[in-house]
């Protein structure tokens, strides 16, 4: 733009002094025109990179925004195999010792009167009603895995595996999205269980389910309540995550 402005004030003078001849004049016209037209290509050009720029920063932020939510889909689902490899690992040291401690012959079965017999098989019928009610949770199998849950919470609520049957019956409702149903079976978790290990995951799933429900006030409850008491869980990441904090 300076140097049209300057060729404009050359031929101004030009004009003004008379020196200028008509051929001077249509060369100038035409470098004028070039000027211009250039100058149009070179706005033309900024625009375009202008909005390519625009179109790489947005696919840039949404990049990181899905890469941020499938970080936090890890970390949940790191979770969860936790909790089931937990349980796995119970059952297989509980496996071991009822092998050690077992007779290698069984003696003859006296079938008229054993009252003293009944406790070992309700304990029995305990493991297989729960290790049922798991492996129908873990083949998707909903329904029946929060029926069997129910069932064992229902017959041996003492039981040293009612805390994590109290969970997993929440669990199976929340991977339905049932999250009405979920929320107070996460809730009976930490009432009648507050020494449970699966503390901390259920308060995180209660704010999940708040969350999904669209209640945020509710889920930040939870959600802050992890990182108060849990801050070195794993669940008290994924809360902070939640509340868009750093840990300090």
Not at 140 to 148: F, H, N, P, R
Not at 220 to 248: C, H, I, M, Q, W
Request: aromatic share 10%; glycine share 2%.
């Amino acid at each position: 733009m300076k140097r049209i402005v300057y060729f404009l004030s050359i031929n101004t003078l030009l004009f003004l002094t008379g020196c200028a001849s008509r051929q001077e004049i249509v060369r100038f016209k035409e470098q004028l025109n070039y000027l211009e037209e250039s100058n149009q290509r070179l706005e033309e050009r900024n625009a375009r990179l202008d909005s390519l720029l625009a179109s790489q920063n947005e696919l840039m932020q949404k990049l990181r925004a899905d890469f941020k939510s499938s970080l936090t889909e890890i970390d949940e689902r790191l979770t969860a195999s936790e909790n089931k490899l937990d349980d796995l690992s119970y059952f297989f040291s509980q496996s071991i010792k009822k092998l050690e401690t077992s007779p290698r012959s069984n003696p003859p079965v006296d079938t008229t009167t054993k009252k003293n017999s009944n406790p070992p098989s309700i304990q029995v019928n305990a493991r297989e009603l729960y290790e049922t009610a798991y492996l129908d949770l873990t083949k998707g199998k909903y329904d029946l895995a929060s029926s069997g849950f129910a069932e064992f919470l229902n017959n041996f609520p003492h039981s040293e595996l009612a805390d994590n049957a109290q969970y997993w019956l929440a669990q199976s409702y929340y991977a339905k999205e049932e999250f009405n149903q979920a929320i107070p079976q996460y809730k009976k978790l930490l009432e009648t269980y507050p020494g449970s290990d699966k503390t901390s995951d259920c308060l995180y799933k209660l704010g999940l389910c708040y969350l999904a429900m669209k209640n945020t006030t509710q889920a930040n409850k939870y959600f802050k309540e992890v990182v108060d008491k849990y801050p070195n869980s794993t669940e008290a990441k994924l809360a902070r995550e939640k509340l868009g904090l750093k840990k300090k």
